[in-house]
């Protein structure tokens, strides 16, 4: 089972950038960011295919995010831009372990987890 370890989150205020990465330990397919902010459901944010060529977003952060792959390394960044308050949640960072050729956006498809990050955006 691989690990996950996500860092960069900390706390920045509106119209700042943050950038977000995560390092697995072991092989994953494809990986994603997902955020839950506080009384709310954990949401996805984006996600990047097995070798990088594909990438998907939330339509509340496509333009503002952007999400990138090492190539040929288990390691993905999420470059975030223009930051909004109600950008503020931890983020987790999620992977696929079993389909080489998915690249869902729900929780269930990823069997992989890391600790999650907090990101705070001061107005």
């Known amino acids: 089972q691989a690990q996950l370890v996500e860092s960069g989150g900390g706390l920045v205020q509106a119209g700042a950038s943050l950038t977000l990465s995560c390092a697995a330990s072991?092989?994953?397919?494809?990986m994603a960011w997902f955020r839950q902010a506080p009384g709310k459901e954990r949401e996805y944010v984006a996600a990047?295919?097995?070798?990088?060529?594909?990438?998907y977003y939330a339509k509340a952060v496509e333009g503002r995010f952007t999400i990138s792959r090492d190539s040929g390394k288990n390691i993905i960044h999420l470059q975030m831009n223009n930051l909004k308050p109600e950008d503020t949640a931890v983020y987790y960072c999620?992977?696929?372990?079993?389909?080489?050729?998915?690249?869902?956006?729900?929780?269930?498809?990823?069997?992989?987890w890391g600790q999650g990050t907090q990101v705070t955006v001061s107005s």
């Open positions: 072991g092989h994953t397919y494809g």
């Open positions: 990047v295919s097995w070798r990088g060529g594909s990438r």
């Open positions: 999620a992977a696929d372990l079993e389909d080489p050729d998915g690249l869902g956006s729900e929780i269930d498809d990823f069997t992989a």
